[in-house]
């Protein structure tokens, strides 16, 4: 079955950086682009942007552009989501989800979704 | 970017009832590009309908979708009491895809 599973709670400084790690499996890992999609604190769903593991082409929030980067470890089958200088506004749990075709672009619904990682920026 | 709208905010309603939750774009979402998702508290958000009115996996026919253009709206027939939550729809037809800021659905 499809598992997304994340890295663990984080606490940083603002101006700090966090990496978050989303292990994915059940599936054929280079096959599926993978989102993160952050909710703050009592608040909806926010699109932070999107990789695609096959050819690493990244697409990225445009309020998030030039803090946010994504990558992939195809040997670990594990996806990571860099966001620096943080804010805390940047207060929120952060989510990995899976496209729900193979090889899709970046603007697709999500059919799988990881438990959430909290990043607390606080100083 | 698309902006969606979701009323009510909360929706009070007892087991056995129905539920229609709305969601309104501010201009027209691209083709059946409307998804909509439950999230129960300290979990994450979890597929419900895609294509307007496409259950996903392992979703009972008491949940149905419907909409084109700017309104959707989202019926549970029977409310069960494993469907009190929040429900969120997301627009994948134009980028950025966009969420509504939800509906809350609670035991009245």
């Known amino acids: 079955q499809v598992q997304l599973v994340q890295s663990g709670v984080e606490v940083k400084k603002p101006g700090a950086s966090v990496k978050v790690s989303c292990k994915a499996s059940?599936?054929?890992?280079?096959?599926?682009?993978i989102s993160w999609v952050r909710q703050a604190p009592g608040q909806g769903l926010e699109w932070v942007g999107w990789?695609?593991?096959?050819?690493?082409?990244?697409k990225y929030a445009e309020k998030l552009q030039g803090r946010v980067s994504m990558t992939s470890d195809t040997s670990t089958s594990t996806v990571y989501m860099e966001l620096r200088s943080l804010r805390s506004d940047d207060t929120a749990v952060y989510y990995c989800?899976?496209?729900?075709?193979?090889?899709?672009?970046?603007?697709?619904?999500?059919?799988?979704w990881g438990q959430g990682t909290l990043v607390t920026v606080s100083s | 970017e698309i902006v969606l709208t979701q009323s009510p905010g909360t929706l009070s309603l007892s087991p056995g009832e129905r539920a229609s939750l709305s969601c309104r774009a501010s201009?027209?979402?691209?083709?059946?590009?409307l998804a909509w998702y439950q999230q129960k508290p300290g979990q994450a958000p979890s597929l419900l309908m895609y294509?307007?009115?496409s259950r996903a996996t392992g979703i009972p026919d008491r949940f149905s979708g419907s909409g084109s253009g700017t309104d959707f709206t989202l019926t549970i027939s029977r409310l069960e009491p494993e469907d009190f939550a929040m429900y969120y729809c997301q627009q994948y037809g134009s980028s950025p895809q966009t969420f509504g800021q939800g509906t809350k659905v609670e035991i009245k």
């Open positions: 989800a899976r496209d729900p075709l193979p090889f899709s672009s970046w603007v697709v619904y999500f059919d799988y």
């Open positions: 059940g599936y054929t890992f280079s096959s599926y682009g």
């Open positions: 990789l695609s593991v096959n050819n690493g082409k990244t």
């Open positions: 201009q027209s979402v691209s083709s059946t590009y």
């Open positions: 294509g307007v009115s």
